[in-house]
């Protein structure tokens, strides 16, 4: 386990993303992760980089695990931690913490790098995003 903390932003909860039972839209919980790894990769120079190369990150699955409900008012954590495997994708996993420390969700995310000539992924992710200047420290816990 990793002694450095994955990249986070902070939201809160506003009235018209909830949904009749009064908490938060099963969707939005997507939209915080993608907020939290858009901030990270803003941050990282992986945008800036990325876009002068023509490649751009796309969302290949997400999938979230509900544990706790939010509700309107609520200020949640939103961490972003990627991990860099073998092949054309990367991982982003989320975690969404209430102010208290619960845990509300958790969203795994597979990503591609889209070369936005050829509409092809690129075939290593990681040198990519290296050769783009990101800094892949603050992208992953693991690096």
């Known amino acids: 386990m990793s002694e450095r903390e994955p990249f986070s932003v902070q939201i809160k909860v506003r009235h018209y993303e909830l949904d009749t039972l009064g908490h ?11 907020v939290a790894r858009l901030e990270m990769m803003e ?3 992986a945008l800036a980089g990325l876009r002068d190369e023509n ?15 939010l509700r309107a008012g609520d200020t949640v954590t939103v961490t972003c931690d990627g991990r860099f495997g ?3 994708v990367l991982q982003a996993d989320s975690v ?4 208290d420390g619960t845990v509300s969700a958790e969203i795994d995310c597979t990503l591609g790098l889209m070369d936005l000539a050829r509409r092809k992924l690129v075939a290593d ?8 200047g990101a800094d ?3 992208m992953s816990t693991t690096e």
Do not use: D, W
């Open 24 to 34: 938060l839209n099963h969707a939005v919980y997507h939209s915080y992760a993608e």
């Open 43 to 45: 941050a990282s120079g």
């Open 55 to 69: 490649i751009a990150a796309v969302l290949l699955e997400s999938t979230v695990r509900f544990k706790r409900e």
């Open 86 to 88: 073998e092949g054309k």
């Open 96 to 99: 969404i913490f209430k102010a």
């Open 125 to 132: 992710p990681r040198a990519v995003l290296e050769r783009a």
């Open 136 to 138: 892949l420290k603050l």
